[in-house]
Nanobody, 125 residues
Framework: VQLVESGGGLVQAGGSLRLSCAAS????????LGWFRQAPGKEREFVAA????????NYADSVKGRFTISRDNAKNTVYLQMNSLRPEDTAVYYC???????????????????WGQGTQVTVSS
């Protein structure tokens, strides 16, 4: 199983970025996908998650109304559209796959079995 993130970079506050995560090696389609982030010296925290069919989503309060998670199962790819970025959004962003078949996408990082290597997002003030 491999998850590969892309789309990170440097952006000014108020700007936008779109992260992508391509999944390969996953045998079944019934897996939820999530985004987490980790800033220097901080714990990895939940950002957003989406169910296997895209019908249910969860967001951290800090990103609601600014970030949108979506997925394209034909491409085995999950996206994170990030708008109105703030300096406090600066972190390494990781995508993760939950293979448990939960109905609602979980916000708990320990529930995710597979992780990508991360992509850096830096928001300047």
């Amino acid at each position: 199983v491999q998850l590969v993130e892309s789309g990170g970079g440097l952006v000014q506050a108020g700007g936008s970025l779109r992260l992508s995560c391509a999944a390969s090696g996953l045998t079944y389609k019934n897996y939820a996908l999530g985004w987490f982030r980790q800033a220097p010296g901080k714990e990895r925290e939940f950002v957003a998650a989406i169910s296997w069919d895209g019908g249910r989503t969860n967001y951290a309060d800090s990103v609601k109304g600014r970030f949108t998670i979506s997925r394209d199962n034909a491409k085995n790819t999950v996206y994170l559209q990030m708008n109105s970025l703030r300096p406090e959004d600066t972190a390494v962003y990781y995508c993760a796959a939950d293979y448990s078949g939960r109905y609602s996408p979980t916000t708990t990082k320990d529930d995710y079995e597979y992780w990508g290597q991360g992509t850096q997002v830096t928001v300047s003030s």
